[in-house]
């Protein structure tokens, strides 16, 4: 019985497929927050909670708040004080909380579940559980390249983000 990984799969493909149709960038940032949580309980559910507990401190946590920041940081200006207040309807966090509110339900039944009795073993697909040890040594011996571009990348997206955001010191002072 494996409906919790399908279940959050389901979740995932779903919210990937929102960020990239949404127009508005804080709805897609809340969909991938969504995503980025739904590949988390994929790792539970595989058997690496270890991988699942990074996925969330990392991805849904520190770079989420990175990508926030430089949303924050391109300062659409007071035009776009009205839209915002929008976003603070219930219409904006409608779909992430029912999104959340079932990967919840999934959590709480694998962590209620018992593993140890052999009619339970079959709950998890994995066969092994996969600690600290195999991720670093993976991380840092076989994908030791392409971590090293995925943080190039960030960087790179970052200073991009910052330089196509600055606004002329002069622009806004005529604005005023």
Not at 38 to 64: D, N, R, S
């Amino acid at each position: 019985m494996i409906w919790p990984f399908y279940l959050m799969a389901i979740v995932a493909i779903v919210s990937t497929l929102r960020v990239v149709t949404n127009a508005n960038p804080v709805h897609a940032l809340l969909s991938l927050i969504v995503s980025l949580l739904a590949v988390a309980g994929i790792f539970l559910t595989i058997g690496a909670p270890f991988a699942a507990a990074l996925e969330v401190i990392v991805y849904a946590g520190a770079i989420m708040v990175l990508f926030v920041f430089v949303v924050m940081m391109l300062n659409l200006g007071r035009e776009t004080e009205e839209q915002e207040r929008k976003w603070l309807s219930s219409d904006a966090w409608a779909y992430p909380a029912l999104m959340c509110f079932l990967m919840g339900l999934c959590l709480v039944w694998m962590l209620g579940s018992d593993y140890s009795n052999s009619s339970a073993q079959g709950l998890m697909i994995g066969t092994q559980m996969i600690g600290p040890k195999e991720v670093g040594q993976a991380l840092f011996t076989k994908y030791l390249l392409l971590v090293e571009v995925a943080a190039m990348l960030l960087l790179a997206a970052l200073v991009a983000a910052f330089h196509l955001g600055k606004r002329d010191p002069s622009a806004e002072e005529e604005q005023q």
